[in-house]
C-alpha cells in the first residue's frame, strides 16, 4: 500500500517516468506518514515546531510527511484572546511537525476563541 495521496499519485508517476534518479521519489514511507493516511479528508489541528497551530482539513501529503492543509487557518494565542487567521491552501513541511491530531468538530465550534486567552507556544528546543 502507497503512503501517497491517490490525488498525487499520477503526477508521481510521470515524475518516476522522466525524472533523473536522484528527483525521483523515494517509495519507502515515514511511519507518521503511514499512521496520517487515515485522517486524510478530516480536520486536523497541526502543532508546528516553531510553536504555531494550524488547523485544516488533511488533503494529502508524501513519503517525507509534508502535509498539504486544505480551507486552513492559524490559531494565535495571547493573553487578549485568540486569533484565527485563514491561511486557505498550506503545505506544511514534514520536518517542521511537532504533532498532529484530528479535530472533533462538534466541540470545536462550541469553543469561543475570541474568549480564549493564553500564552502563545513555545518552540520545541532540541
Known amino acids: ?20 534518479e536522484s528527483l525521483k521519489p523515494n517509495s519507502v514511507c515515514s511511519p507518521m506518514a503511514n499512521l496520517l493516511s487515515d485522517f486524510e479528508g478530516l480536520p486536523v489541528s497541526v502543532i508546528t515546531n516553531d510553536g504555531r497551530n494550524i488547523v485544516g482539513t488533511l488533503a494529502g501529503m508524501d513519503q517525507l510527511t509534508n ?27 514534514g520536518d517542521n511537525i511537532c504533532a498532529v491530531g484530528e ?8 469553543i469561543d476563541f475570541s474568549q480564549l486567552r493564553g500564552e502563545p507556544l513555545a518552540p520545541v528546543t532540541h
Open 103 to 110: 479535530v472533533d468538530l462538534a466541540l470545536d465550534k462550541g
Open 67 to 93: 502535509l498539504i492543509l486544505e480551507d486552513c487557518h492559524e490559531r494565535v494565542h495571547s493573553p487578549e484572546g485568540t486569533e484565527q487567521v485563514p491561511l486557505g491552501l498550506y503545505i506544511v513541511r
Open 1 to 20: 500500500s502507497s503512503c501517497l495521496s491517490p490525488r498525487f499519485s499520477l503526477s508521481l508517476s510521470l515524475l518516476s517516468l522522466f525524472a533523473p
